[in-house]
């Protein structure tokens, strides 16, 4: 398969005068379509390596290639609007927008695009909501429905420009146990209707064993890679 | 762009509060300046009004020591024809003479006008207080001033002793106010044929007088530039209002400078407000922008959002501003009266000024936000991510 995510000998170190080195050689890379769960200790820096991938953050040395392509080479728009089209986020925390709806919400990323939104469009959000069983509430301000609602909307928006890559960072850290299965249930079958690539960091051993791999990272360092 | 003008209208709309404090902001400077600007420019119009408004702004006299000018139809002809900007062209015989009735005697500007023509300069028919206007030979128009002095009555004969001694009976038809003293006391107004005849200068004038209209007021010294080149005579000498008056100019001028000056500091509080309170909205959607930076949007977008903030926030604040403006203009004009009724100062609404003043606040809204907008793109998401 192909590889759309290659880290090589990846350093990551935080501050000038006292030094915090996060990440040390990290080499990693990702096939297209896999289902990847990456697990750790909070503070192990797998948050870091995420927001590496996700072009948030910059390696202080090493190259990460997308596609074959050095992120290095590329200007400020071209990493927004790479990230606009082919990276979805999920975050721990939901990160919605709170002055718009759940369905606005949905379809921003769409809107940073494209700046317009077509009728096709809205009809699609609507189907991704029903999809993660919102489209009771797609019109609530996005402060006005509970956390596993949000969190199944930043999931939503995620997926609406059909990236071909979702990270996630704990997307059910604070869901419960119930909801939490449905969320992966969920992740799980885009991933295989899609094939989108899923990265997701999580702590929770059930859902890690359910990945088609499971990277674990200590002290900065990959300590286990396995695959099944 | 249009993604810019919408996060932004949202971001204004979820803390209206907050808008609609800013909004206000705006638009009480806003007012100040246009409530300023009118009162200034309105002071400067009733001054210039009554100071100027009622006597010759450029003047033609003789420059030869005879003080007469000949063939002066052609001239007025002439003049007339020059500027859109000349209102009216008025020709005088003015000559001092002796006034002596009932055996009083007093120096008097006799003034020979054409009167239909005089009346567009010194509006004399709206100040004949009583009587009426000389239409005939011998006939003369006195001041309020005279009349009460000597007990003048309408009819009475007056004897007018020209410099060479040459007597003249004239009847008194009327009685004018020209609400200066100066005025009302020593001219005596006339025809310009009785002038003539009793002052021996059939033929001749001593001056021809020009008023412009209100818009060239200011520009009575190009006016004069212009007239003095197309009739081309060395022999004519020509004055304008702003020569004889330069206290009065140096006067409006610090008056303008001062205005200027006062709207000028109104406008960067103005400003300076925008600018911190915008300030503090990108610290507060610090958060939403880091978002919008993760899923992908551009630096300049981010930057629109706040411009944007600042332009409609500018546009609303100039709006009210313009009606606030105008409604305190109003009331001052309504409720601050002198005891006869009339504005103690009439304020000069002049819609051109008012647009720009409107048009200045939202520019300098937009300016304003430029700051908070340049601190937004350089925002930086994973600040926000890895913060929360």
């Known amino acids: 398969m192909n590889k759309i995510l290659e880290l090589n000998n990846v350093n990551k170190i935080y501050g000038t005068e006292i030094k915090n080195q996060v990440l040390y050689d990290i080499n990693l890379s990702f096939e297209e379509g896999s289902f990847n769960s990456i697990i750790g200790q909070s503070g192990s820096g797998k948050s870091t390596l995420l927001n590496i991938i996700g072009t948030l953050d ?129 992740l799980r079958n885009i991933n295989e209707e899609y094939k989108t690539t899923f990265i997701i960091i999580t702590h929770d051993k059930r859902i890690a064993e359910k990945a088609d791999r499971i990277v674990e990272i200590k002290d900065g360092r990959i300590n286990l890679d396995l695959r099944k | 762009m249009i993604l810019g003008l919408r996060i932004a209208i949202r971001f204004l709309k979820s803390n209206k509060g907050q808008t609609l404090l800013i909004v206000l902001g705006i638009a009480i400077g806003v007012s100040v300046q246009i409530f300023i600007g009118s009162l200034i420019q309105g002071l400067q119009k009733g001054l210039v009004e009554k100071t100027i408004g009622n006597s010759s702004q450029i003047t033609i006299t003789s420059g030869k020591d005879e003080n007469k000018i000949k063939d002066y139809e052609q001239l007025v002809e002439k003049v007339n024809s020059i500027d859109v900007n000349i209102s009216a062209v008025s020709v005088s015989s003015d000559n001092a003479a002796f006034l002596e009735y009932n055996g009083n005697s007093q120096s008097l500007l006799v003034r020979g006008f054409k009167i239909d023509q005089a009346d567009d300069i010194y509006d004399i028919y709206d100040r004949i207080t009583e009587g009426s206007y000389p239409q005939n030979e011998n006939e003369i128009l006195l001041g309020i001033d005279l009349k009460e002095n000597y007990d003048l009555n309408i009819n009475d004969k ?82 304008h209002w702003k020569e004889q008056n330069e206290s009065l100019l140096s006067g409006l001028q610090g008056q303008s400078i001062s205005s200027y000056m006062i709207q000028v500091f109104v406008m960067i509080s103005v400003i300076l407000g925008i600018a911190s309170v915008l300030a503090i909205t990108v610290i507060q959607k610090s958060k939403q922008i880091g978002i919008l930076k993760a899923m992908g949007i551009r630096n300049s977008s981010t930057r629109y959002i706040f411009l944007f903030e600042g332009f409609i926030l500018g546009l609303f604040g100039a709006i009210l501003g313009i009606l606030f403006g105008l409604g305190l203009s109003l009331a001052f004009t309504k409720f601050a009266l002198n005891p006869d009724g009339t504005p103690v100062i009439n304020l000069y609404i002049n819609y051109s000024f008012i647009l720009l003043s409107g048009i200045i606040a939202i520019i300098a809204s937009v300016l304003a936000a430029l700051i908070p907008a340049v601190r937004s793109s350089r925002l930086n998401p994973i600040d926000i991510i890895r913060n929360n």
């Open chain 2, 158 to 239: 007056v004897v007018i002793t020209t410099t060479k001694q040459k007597m003249t009976e004239c009847k008194v038809v009327g009685f004018f106010d020209f609400k200066v003293s100066s005025i009302n006391s020593n001219w005596g107004i006339t025809t310009l044929e009785t002038a003539q005849k009793i002052f021996e200068a059939e033929g001749s004038i001593t001056s021809i007088e020009i008023q412009v209209t209100d818009a060239a007021v200011f520009t009575t010294d190009d006016i004069a530039t212009v007239i003095k080149d197309s009739i081309n005579r060395q022999d004519l000498k020509i004055v």
């Open chain 1, 58 to 186: 910059k390696a202080t040395s090493g190259d990460v290639l997308i596609e074959g392509k050095d992120i290095k080479c590329m200007s400020a728009n071209q990493l927004a609007d790479y990230r606009n089209r082919t990276i979805g986020f999920v975050f721990q925390f939901h990160y919605l927008l709170p002055e718009f709806t759940v369905l606005e919400n949905v379809l921003m990323p769409y809107r940073i695009q494209n700046g317009k939104v077509t009728r096709d469009m809205i009809r699609k959000a609507e189907e991704t909501l029903k999809l993660v069983g919102l489209d009771k509430v797609k019109d609530n301000l996005a402060t006005k429905i509970s956390g596993g609602q949000q969190q199944r909307t930043a999931i939503a928006r995620a997926l609406i420009n059909n990236p071909k890559m979702i990270l996630a960072d704990e997307p059910t850290g604070n869901l419960d146990s119930d909801s939490t299965e449905t969320i992966y249930d969920l």
